[in-house]
């Protein structure tokens, strides 16, 4: 891999935008007989690029953001459905691998809660605070993270101990990939422009240290993709670029 291991926007709950069918999901933060919250019946998956700014501090890019070598990231990532996630990293056109699930981190399980948000990297050694960010390296590959969530677990694909029968890491040809995922690689629309430099919010952070789900006044993922089928897989693409 060239990354090692080592939007806040606001919108009424009547937006039908992505971000507004996304947040109108999240429950309120006050419960009232006015606050309330819309069941999801789309699958929605959205995600946020952090990187570390000049005071080290956590806050968001676009994903159009150039990193420098030795800049580092992480993904925050929310659903609004229960679900499994999966996490692939592909260089140039080489075989995809898997990067979550990990057996290395909460057994392999790759389950995810609606609207709790989840970090990757997340470090597998509590130890090793340097463990929840990736490194930009100076390599000229073009670099690819590939987002899957499904209502069910995908047989195709390891989690949990089977996770265990791969050592070196499960990887799959792009072929297979699309074939499991049905990925159209259509392009993707952006409903909003993204956030830069916005830090993480306190609220974010309790939630990513308690895993407790995200409110309706906490801010939004920058971009979020939808699909109507909430029996299908939705796939996102999100391509690392470099200075």
């Known amino acids: 891999m060239c990354l090692a291991l080592v939007g806040v926007a606001i919108i009424s709950a009547q937006d039908e935008t992505n971000r507004g069918i996304f947040m109108a999901s999240r429950p309120p933060r006050t419960v009232t007989k006015t606050a309330h919250h819309r069941p999801a019946t789309k ?17 968001r890019v676009p994903s159009s953001h150039a990193f420098n070598i030795g800049d580092r990231v992480r993904l925050l990532i929310e659903s609004n459905m229960n679900g499994h996630l999966y996490i692939f990293d ?6 995809l691998e898997m990067i979550f699930p990990d057996a290395r981190i909460r057994r392999g399980d790759g389950t995810v809660e609606a609207h709790v948000p989840l970090a990757v990297p997340k470090r597998s050694n509590p130890t090793n ?14 670099e690819r ?23 070196r890491g499960f990887q799959t040809a792009f072929a297979d990939f699309k074939r499991v995922t049905e990925w159209d ?3 993707t629309v952006m409903d909003a422009p993204e956030p830069d430099g916005v830090p993480v919010s306190a609220e ?11 409110t309706s006044d906490d801010p939004l993922p920058s971009f ?20």
């Open 43 to 59: 699958i929605a998956l959205g995600f946020t690029l952090i990187t570390r700014d000049s005071n080290n501090k956590a806050v």
């Open 90 to 95: 592909r260089e140039d056109d080489g075989e």
């Open 129 to 142: 605070a340097e463990g929840d960010w990736f490194t930009v390296t100076g390599t000229n590959t073009r």
């Open 145 to 167: 993270i590939y987002l899957v969530f499904s209502k069910q677990a995908l047989q195709s694909w390891p989690n949990g101990v089977d996770l265990l029968k791969h050592p």
């Open 185 to 187: 690689e259509g392009p």
């Open 204 to 214: 974010e952070q309790i939630s990513l240290n308690r895993g407790l789900k995200l």
């Open 224 to 243: 979020v993709k939808i699909i109507p089928d909430s029996n299908r897989v939705l796939t996102i693409e999100i391509e690392l670029k470099r200075k």
